[in-house]
């Protein structure tokens, strides 16, 4: 009852002595700046709002016209279509300061015409893709349209600082490719997978499919994509996520790792507060919309559209379907520790908190004798749980009362930080304790995670970090922007003593327990937590260190990495399974509009004869090596159509929900749409901020994350390229499916690349580059 009592910030009472008020002056305060601060956001979104409205045109430019108008005006000239003379007819009067308001309209209509101009001028240059289709090579020429349109776009882009938002305005709608098209390059890409017998049966149905249901789908798909912003975003979020009913854990969440090469800190207090500090000035720069947009080569902008529910989100469960859930602003964290939930502030006293302030709040939480209330240790299995069932019992046990609020409480905060009682160790002599530390970001214990939230932070005992993140909200990319910002920043975030750097202005807050009533939800608890424990348990996790050799070999191939890296997997993968099989490799659509991922299909024809000669001892090196090249060139001309919106999968994707919608059936689109994906890949990008500076702190990078399996038979490999001789590889797999062995394959990962290597040093070998001589200063 103390504790009730202590929330009370203002109360009264009606005595026989008149009124009796109570108030609480320290609770009234918060509750006041937390106002204010609400209402300074308010104005900066408005603000912000005003500005990318207009951009790539300047707000200070209206000023610049209105005195050129006012000039015209008065010196007896007249502005463009006589306008001032045509508004002060409508206006009450002719004196001067009807003639200036006048002047006013007349500039803001020229400043308005300006700014839409600009902006749909950069929309139309946006939609030109052509510049992805450039070679690359050494020694080639870049056409004259592509180079006319790099100087026109470079000078709208660059004409404005633009804010995180500026570009949304002037980036286009993702095209909807032609039925035709993506028939033929669907038919395309099951080629190495079928034999002639079901090629010609799939040819059979796609062509029927193309020229009856096909044509009336494709109308509707073609109406909604004129209509909404992005014809994919919507249906994707809702009907591969959201409906989703399968648990979060291991099935959709993804983590990611520290920089295992980097120690800065033992003291899990201290880097626990100087990673919330610095992910809480990452949400500040996207409430003010101060992050910069990431361009690619620096002048083309990718959407940025997901960055906006990074922070005070949580996917609600539902009986049919979950929701997201956004607030929008948050004052607290969730800390859990020992399986106590605690509500942190972080801010107080008219300012965020401090990593020093922070630290103390954390250090108190670390020394707490408190234990779990009844049913709290496994609270967070729930959210592990089947989202069916978590919905039903959140429905019946958290509606209302303390748990209520208690569970209100974590869903409003700004992320969970989890404070784990054991280390996240590395060792490059000892793998499995990297192994380990990937599992215990990947799921934990199956009840240390609140799976639901946007993404929790998780802290070792020793000092390591990473985070576990559910996966609707956002894609991987965007906690991957995230996360290099925090190493950007975290190395000089510590003292000689391995504490934060600065002295505490004054006390903070002490953090406060959330109260449970869960008796009732006991045997739910239970049942949520047996299932964890064995989703658990089920998968198996390999995170393979390769330093023979990184991206500089590779370039010295004159190949594409991310190609590259694909035909070693497609290698790796025949070698393991003796087949080959769908393939998925996550590419993005952010060119455009609140675009998320494609999927590209790494096996193809041209990769499959380049394996079979590999398996092939009669096939020469030369042969191999020009085979490769091909595959990688069929390769990298897949991701350039899925980037520019000329995929396969999301286009057949939303002629099924279509058909869904209108209750049709195609046996076509069914048997698509139930193929399985057996090995389903991904790559995580780094580079994404300009504050990582690799070459002052090589080892300042992020050892990657991964995902679990998406198939029971089949593999999850995500991939980082972390450096001129380092790749990572996060591989994972059911350990209950006896065809797969996340060791097996690591080690054939490791062997189709030490033969990819040999290959082209023997071709190397018997080619040498003709040297250069030089005479006379004249090189011949």
Known sequence: MAEAHSAVAFSFAITHEGFDINYDHEVLNLVFSSGVRSWKKRIARARNGIRNGVYPAHIQSLWLITAIALGLHFAGYQAPFNLTN???VYLPSNTINWQITACFLTALTVWLSICFTMRYTLKLLLMYKGWMYESRAPGSRVSIPTMLWVAVVRVLSSWNKPGLYSFQGSLPRLPLPSVHDTMQRYLRSVRPLLDDENYERMTALANEFEHTIGKKLQRYLLLKSWTSTNYVSDWWEEYVYLRGRSPLCVNSNFYGTDAIFMNLTNSQSARAANVISLLLNFRRLIERQELQPIMVQGMIPLCSWQYERTFNTVRVPGLETDRIVHYRDSNHIVVLHKGCYYKMLIYYKGRTLRPCELQLQIKEILESKATPLEGEEHLAALTAWNRSKWAETRNTYFSYGTNHIALRTIESAAF???LDDEPFEFDLKRPELLDSFGKKLLHGNG????????FTVCVGNNGRVGFNAEHTWADAPVMGHLWEY??????EGYDETGNTKGIPEFTPPTPTRLHWDLKACLPQIEEATICATKLCNEVDLRILVHQEYGKGFMKKCRLSPDAFIQMALQLAYYRDAGRFSLTYEASMTRLFREGRTETVRPCTIESSAWVKAMENPSTTNDERVELLKKACERHQLAYQDAMCGNGIDRHLFCLYVVSKYLEVDSP?????????????????????????????????????????????????????????NLIFFHISAKNTCPQTDVHRFAKNICQALADIRSMFEQHMKDHPKPAKSITNGVSK
């Open 86 to 88: 045509k508004i002060l």
């Open 447 to 454: 009840y240390n995670r609140w799976f639901d939230k946007s």
């Open 668 to 724: 076509f689109l069914n048997e698509v749409l139930s193929e399985p994906w057996r090995l389903s890949t991904s790559q995580t990008p780094h580079g994404q901020t300009p504050k990582m500076d690799l070459k002052k702190h090589p080892n300042c990078i992020s050892a990657g994350g991964g995902f679990g399996p998406v198939a029971d038979d089949g593999y999850g490999v995500s991939y980082i390229i972390a450096g001129e």
């Open 486 to 491: 925090i190493f950007g920043d975290d190395i």
């Open 416 to 418: 969970v930080l989890s």
